[in-house]
């Protein structure tokens, strides 16, 4: 795996100047280093792992949403989701695999996987500021599969990104 650290620091877990830099200036959080190794111990069992950029973790109540490179998505998934199933197990939380790097709409579809999206909209404010409204196709018989709420506050830590998710029949 791949990251802003250097993988010694991630298996000794004593941080080398460098990298306890960019700990002490925000780069890094205590979030970051934790999914990192998590990440670097499955690559043993799970060999595509290797080749993943991890970007960033964010975490937002029961969810965790997991930044990684462009393309690094499909790795992460592969192996049937028992990667993602087993880091949902170590952080008790659900996961949401996002892309680094996107255009929004990607970002977005993403993120609300797996309802489809029918449409994305920007609001102009009043005030100047814009907010991203996003219409869901939602599927009839089954609730939500994820906290409308916490996917509103991972867009907007990750991308700074002010959403109004509603629904069509």
Not at 30 to 56: G, M, T, W
Request: proline fraction near 3%; charge should be positive.
């Amino acid at each position: 795996m791949k990251t802003v650290l250097c993988s010694f620091c991630l298996k000794s877990g004593v941080l080398c100047q460098k990298c306890l830099g960019k700990f002490k200036s925000g780069e890094v959080s205590n979030l970051d280093l934790k999914i990192a190794r998590l990440l670097l111990s499955l690559e043993d069992k799970y060999p595509s792992l290797q080749s993943v950029y991890f970007h960033k973790a964010v975490d937002v109540g029961k969810t965790l949403a997991i930044i990684v490179g462009p393309g690094d998505v499909s790795r992460l998934l592969s192996y049937g989701g028992k990667i993602i199933k087993t880091i949902g197990e170590e952080t008790g939380k659900k996961i949401r695999v996002l892309e680094y790097g996107v255009d929004d709409r990607k970002f977005l579809e993403d993120l609300f996987a797996p309802l489809s999206i029918v449409t994305i909209n920007t609001i102009w404010l009043p005030d100047g500021t814009t907010e991203t409204r996003v219409i869901l196709r939602k599927k009839r018989r089954r609730g939500l599969p994820f906290d409308v709420k916490a996917l509103r506050e991972i867009a907007s830590k990750v991308r700074n990104m002010t959403l109004r998710v509603e629904f069509a029949e």
